[in-house]
């Protein structure tokens, strides 16, 4: 259960179940009025006074939430009689949704708990099915970690300046010899005696046999990280995913496949990512 993959939309259900907790504990009708000085003292039921109320519409709306959550966070959807969990959720809280709004049509002086519950019940109705359709409710509740600063140069693994010892025109060491390649100075030219033609460059002697070198591709490998998980397809074109890319987690693009980017994973598995969509790049 990836926590990173939860989206606003879920953040709402998970809100909204809390709230719906809350009001079962709350009146279910108001206190009656009474006058002149006798007022007898009449204690108001919740809903856990009332099974069928309580099964059919707090539990029925907290239950709906848990599989809502539940089946979106999952790598792979848990199917139950050709439905996923998310499914049934939906299903749940639209059913509690509905017991709220009719009961509280039918009674007279509802409480806070009947009217916080309808308006939870509500909400999370309203979120577990427009999860998927609005695009405000798609985004990730939490982004994604910032990618790892690059070490300085003196760490171990960090790139070395192009002028460190060895290089062009580097400081050589105490007692080199400017010619010396072993201690890291460049080779100079030998004289040559008088009257004598200096050798061809090897670059013109072994010109024809040379290969033109390859013009360097214009893509460049970056670092990215998806909105929700998507799956990575073998380069072969292979109908079945090879593995599954989840959100808060970084991966390095390394070629442009069409539309497509070849993506690799953190243990060295690479596939076809066809679905780029709002990613970011670090």
């Known amino acids: 259960m990836n926590i990173r993959s939860l989206t606003r939309g879920d953040g709402v259900v998970i809100g909204a179940a809390v709230v719906l907790f809350i009001a079962s504990f709350l009146n279910l009708t108001s206190a009656p009025s009474c006058s002149g000085q006798f007022c007898p003292s009449v ?26 959550v539940v089946g979106r966070s999952l790598p792979q959807p848990k199917k139950v009689a050709g439905l996923d969990l998310t499914q ?18 039918d009674a007279h002086g509802s409480g806070a708990g009947m009217i916080l519950g309808l308006i939870a019940t509500l909400a999370l109705a309203a979120a577990a099915v427009a999860s998927p359709l609005v695009a405000a409710l798609k985004a990730p509740l939490m982004g994604a970690p910032s ?25 050589q060491p105490y007692g080199a010899q400017p010619g010396d390649p072993s201690l890291g100075g460049q080779p100079q030219a030998q004289a040559q005696p008088f009257g004598a033609q200096a050798p061809a460059p090897a670059a013109d002697l072994n010109k024809d046999s040379q290969a033109p070198a390859a013009p360097a591709g214009d893509f460049a ?15 072969d074109g292979s109908p079945t995913p090879i593995a599954e890319l989840a959100p808060g987690t970084w991966y390095l ?3 442009q496949r069409g539309p497509g980017l070849v993506a690799q994973t953190q243990d060295g598995r690479r596939g076809v990512l066809q679905d780029t969509t709002g990613i970011q790049r670090g």
Do not use: C, H, K
């Open 43 to 68: 204690d108001a039921p919740n809903a856990w006074d009332s099974l069928s109320l309580l099964m059919s519409m707090y539990l029925a709306g907290i239950i709906g939430a848990v599989l809502v």
């Open 147 to 171: 990618p790892a600063a690059p070490q300085p140069y003196g760490y171990p693994g960090a790139a070395q300046p192009a002028g460190g010892y060895g290089y062009p025109g580097a400081q």
């Open 221 to 235: 490998p970056f670092w990215f990280a998806v909105p929700v998980a998507r799956p990575l397809y073998a380069e």
């Open 88 to 105: 049934f959720g939906v299903a749940f809280t639209v059913f509690a949704a509905w017991t709220a709004f009719w009961t509280i049509i």
């Open 253 to 255: 693009a390394v070629d």
